[in-house]
């Protein structure tokens, strides 16, 4: 038997915890900046309901309940725009779909995975447990006529830059994967934090027209509803490859509980809670940026999205470790593809507290 882990790369996390004991030093305690992990509280509507469907003895639909499906369609025609017929399916997460979208696609070695050139490493990761091939790439032309092209990733906005994928480009990527029979999956997980410009679904109707053939959307709760410890995410589409995705799950598993099929129908139907988190979010981005900003870090792209991506022109390592012994944990750009060595991801998730903290901080001399 081979260790399918050595075919991974090492677990980045792991590379920053020598930082992590530097900062917990700090004698008024660690900001940690560093993992996008929510902080503020679940939503009252969506405990409600969790707390409701508990007496779940049976097993429950991969498909996810009428209910919940019917409440994914509602969310994505509303939220994103998406007025044809779509296919849906409830996920556990979206960290796990994204690790085994290539493997439940059926793609294997010999095929090739295209992920952005700086992005969320679980693409990667996904592609590498398939035995799949994996290029960095956002140039659709630098890709070339390659026919082992089966599965391109997007995200917008993106994680770690901010950037936001403009319609004509969506549109485009979407054209160049049709005309060669190559899935687009658009990783959507912080569409609704779009700060200063609107992000845009792949499902929009000005992005495809009401016709998914070959597109999928993934999305999740965990950041919008604060429910990344529910593990609750969704993917929305191309009606054919969403049915081929929940063949191979009805074979393989992979349910999502019933009282989060729940949770999900009722932090979908409620978006009082959403615009309450963002005002959260907005705040605590303007006391870090401008922090950063007089600290003489230059802010690059975050025009959406969940962190700041920052740059003091020097080796990632060298910020993390400076941050580090002011107390604040921050991640290295060098997690998130070669390219991104010079910068560093700063989360907007931490409390008020430790945001006030984090600036208090970083007006300390450089
Ligand atoms: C781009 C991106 N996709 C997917 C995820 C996974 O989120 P979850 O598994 O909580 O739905 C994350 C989490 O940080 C992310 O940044």
Redesign the pocket.
């Known amino acids: 038997m081979s260790a399918l882990s050595s075919a991974l790369p090492d677990f980045p996390w792991d590379l920053l915890e020598p930082a992590k004991a530097i900062a917990a030093a700090h004698p008024d305690g660690i900001v940690d900046l560093s993992v996008?992990t929510p902080v503020d509280r679940v939503p009252p509507v969506v405990r409600q309901a969790l707390a409701d469907a508990s007496d779940a003895p049976g097993y429950p639909l991969t498909a996810g309940t009428p209910r919940l499906r019917a409440a994914i369609a509602g969310w994505l025609a509303r939220a994103c725009g998406a007025s044809g017929e779509l296919g849906v399916l409830p996920t556990i997460?979206?960290?796990?779909l994204?690790a085994w979208l290539p493997t439940l696609l059926g793609i294997g070695p010999g095929d090739v995975v295209v992920i952005p050139s700086v992005c969320?490493p679980?693409y990667e990761v996904g592609a590498r447990l398939a035995g799949a091939e994996v290029i960095r790439s956002d140039s659709l032309t630098a890709l070339g006529p390659d026919r082992r092209v089966k599965l391109l990733w997007i995200?917008s906005p993106s994680?770690p830059t901010g950037k936001v994928l403009p319609v004509e480009h969506l549109r485009k990527v979407v054209s160049w994967a049709r005309e060669r029979g190559v899935v687009v999956a658009s990783?959507e997980?912080?569409l609704s934090l779009g700060w200063e410009s609107t992000p845009v679904s792949v499902l929009a109707d000005e992005v495809t027209g009401g016709d998914y053939t070959g597109v999928l959307a993934v999305h999740?709760l965990?950041k919008r509803s604060n429910l990344?410890g529910y593990?609750a995410?969704f993917v929305g589409g191309d009606p054919a490859l969403v049915g081929e995705l929940l063949a191979v799950r009805k074979h393989g598993g992979m349910i999502v509980p019933a009282p989060v099929q729940a949770a999900m129908v009722a932090a979908l139907d409620d978006e009082a809670h959403v615009a309450a988190q963002r005002e959260r979010y907005a705040a605590r981005r303007d006391t870090l940026r401008s922090a950063l900003t007089k600290a003489g870090f230059e802010i690059s792209h975050s025009e959406a999205g969940l962190y700041l991506w920052a740059t003091r022109d020097e080796d990632c390592w060298v910020t993390v470790d400076r941050l580090a012994r002011r107390g604040i944990l921050a991640a290295p750009g060098a997690f998130y593809g070669p390219a991104a060595a010079g910068h560093v991801r700063i989360a907007l998730t931490a409390t008020d507290e430790r945001v006030a903290a984090a600036a208090d901080r970083l007006a300390e001399p450089f």
Do not use: L, P, Q, W
């Open positions: 996008g997460g979206s960290k796990e994204v969320y679980t995200n994680n990783d997980c912080y999740s965990s990344a593990r995410g």
